[in-house]
């Protein structure tokens, strides 16, 4: 076990933490040493009840954790949940535009204000079903709850203080830190902009050391463009504590997007992905497509506020990812997922398993490197 307050508050070996939404990759990196950490906001409280069975059996008996997205900001938050409203609220003009980037594709677009239906469930993740989630997710032996957007509300504290499980979130700015630990939360995870998925501007290199130094005894974990070993020492030089990784699996074996996305992802370059509000109404980072490029335009509508946005994006990219395993060209083009800028070192695919082992060959070659150029000093 490395000399790390990480490792010794969740009882792992190497400080590498994952996130994935695939429940494989977390179970490979928590029996290779690390942590996963399984993404549950795109299942049901039944779905999430079934994939952490199945990760509680393939975990070897090692550590796992759960990360859920409670926003303190979401439209209709702290409302009852009236669906037909919801997809009734849908403008119709930002659904002609989605139907016109699927036929400009010379693809099918169907009606997609139906369509939005079969992504209601992330609308009930974020508020109404969160406290049905949080109680699945504390049926089983996790060590770690993570909300990936704004503090944690009081409900995950109250699950997480009565199951003795640190509370964890992530943090796009200094003053972002300093709230979360007024509210409370253990473990700060400092995510620069250049990650994939939700983020924040800042680069890495700079939040690191900046939430550091307002965090006190509260550990932190940097994110953001690391996918590999000797980044990881470089930011625990920077006084981190370990790394949260999310980006650096979705090229593994294991990992759940489409042989299509994956091919995408293993021929990007560093510069190939932008930050855009078209997939959740929010900033996150992913894949530049054509799709992308047409929500940035400037006679594009304006994207809707999260969950409105995810509502009509989810099922038009579902489908679209569907046709382009089909061998639609079109499809293939528009293709996206979320992948941070560290997609530009990923470059093969190797299991999770051998990602974790190849962190620490270049985190050991990355302190053997500054162990030398001590030396050399002294």
């Known amino acids: 076990m490395m000399n790390s307050k990480i490792c010794d508050m969740l009882g792992i070996e190497f400080p590498l933490l994952a996130f994935s939404h695939c429940r494989d990759v977390v179970a490979a990196v928590s029996r290779a040493g690390g942590m996963g950490v399984f993404g549950a906001v795109r299942y049901t409280p039944d779905q999430l009840r079934e994939e952490l069975a199945w990760i509680d059996a393939h975990c070897g008996g090692k550590p796992y954790g759960v990360d859920v997205i409670l926003p303190n900001k979401v439209q209709g938050k702290g409302e009852p949940l009236d669906e037909e409203a919801v997809i009734a609220s849908i403008p119709q003009a930002q659904l002609d535009f989605v139907a016109g980037q699927l036929s400009a594709a010379g693809l099918p677009s169907g009606d997609l204000r139906e369509m939005a239906r079969g992504a209601l469930h992330f609308a009930r993740n974020l508020d109404v079903d969160a406290d049905a989630m949080l109680e699945v997710a504390f049926e089983f ?13 009081p409900v995950m504290f109250k699950y997480a203080r009565a199951h003795d499980v640190p509370v ?12 979360q630990i007024n509210a409370g939360t253990d473990i700060l995870v400092a995510a620069g902009g250049e990650a994939g998925g ?7 290199m700079v939040l690191v050391p900046e939430v550091v130094s307002v965090a006190g005894d509260t550990p932190v974990l940097a994110a953001g463009g690391i996918v590999r070993g000797d980044q990881m020492a470089a930011a625990m030089a920077m006084g981190a504590a370990g790394a949260w990784c999310g980006s650096v699996w979705l090229t593994t074996a294991e990992a759940e997007p489409s042989p299509t996305l994956k091919e995408k992802m293993l021929a990007a370059s560093s510069r190939d992905t932008v930050r855009s509000r078209s ?30 946005q995810t509502l009509i994006s989810d099922p038009a990219l579902e489908q679209i990812e569907k046709l382009a395993e089909g061998g ?34 270049d985190f050991l070659k990355a302190h053997e490197r500054l162990a030398a150029a001590l030396g050399e000093a002294g």
């Not at 964890?168 to 709230?179: F, P």
């Not at 070192?345 to 974790?356: H, P």
């Open 279 to 308: 997939r959740t109404g929010k900033p996150s980072r992913q894949l530049r497509s054509p799709w992308v490029d047409a929500w940035e335009a400037p006679d594009a509508p304006a994207t809707l506020p999260m969950p409105l």
């Open 141 to 153: 032996p996790i060590k770690l709850i993570a909300n990936a957007l704004g503090a944690p509300p």
């Open 198 to 204: 939700h983020c924040g501007d800042v680069a890495t």
């Open 328 to 361: 639609h060209q079109g499809a293939k083009d528009l293709a996206t997922y979320w992948v941070g800028q560290g997609v530009g070192l990923m470059n093969q695919t190797m299991s999770a398993g051998e990602v974790v082992q190849e962190f620490k060959k």
């Open 168 to 179: 964890a979130a992530l943090v796009g700015a200094k003053e972002h830190a300093i709230a």
